[in-house]
């Protein structure tokens, strides 16, 4: 069946970094475009990034162009996020996910929580 496991999360001061991981099992990773989306407290779901299947374009949500860059590495299955400047703003649950057949997967999410 189809997993998506995110790791990466955590506490970090504004100004700081974090890398987030996404580990997929169960499809052929490499056909499938990936997503990373948040959600902060009292809002709606947003996405943040998108990859396609063989990592040649990506899209990013106006609010972290520039700060975070989305990446992957088929070989091992892993999408990544890098997420420099980080705001008290980016503070959210971060899931990655793929449509896979039709179908909306998604991982059990990583906390970021961006506080001095």
């Known amino acids: 069946q189809v997993q998506l496991v995110e790791s990466g999360g955590g506490l970090v001061q504004p100004g700081g970094s974090l890398r987030l991981s996404c580990t997929a099992s169960?499809?052929?990773?490499?056909?499938?475009?990936m997503n990373w989306y948040r959600r902060a407290p009292g809002k709606e779901r947003e996405i943040v990034a998108s990859?396609?299947?063989?990592?040649?374009?990506?899209n990013y949500a106006d609010s972290v162009k520039g700060r975070f860059t989305i990446a992957r590495d088929n070989a091992k299955n892993t999408v990544y996020v890098q997420m420099n400047s980080l705001k008290p703003e980016d503070t959210a649950v971060y899931h990655c996910?793929?449509?896979?057949?039709?179908?909306?997967?998604w991982g059990q999410g990583t906390q970021v929580t961006v506080s001095s």
């Open positions: 996910n793929a449509v896979v057949k039709g179908r909306s997967y």
């Open positions: 169960g499809f052929t990773f490499s056909s499938y475009a």
């Open positions: 990859i396609t299947r063989d990592g040649s374009s990506t």
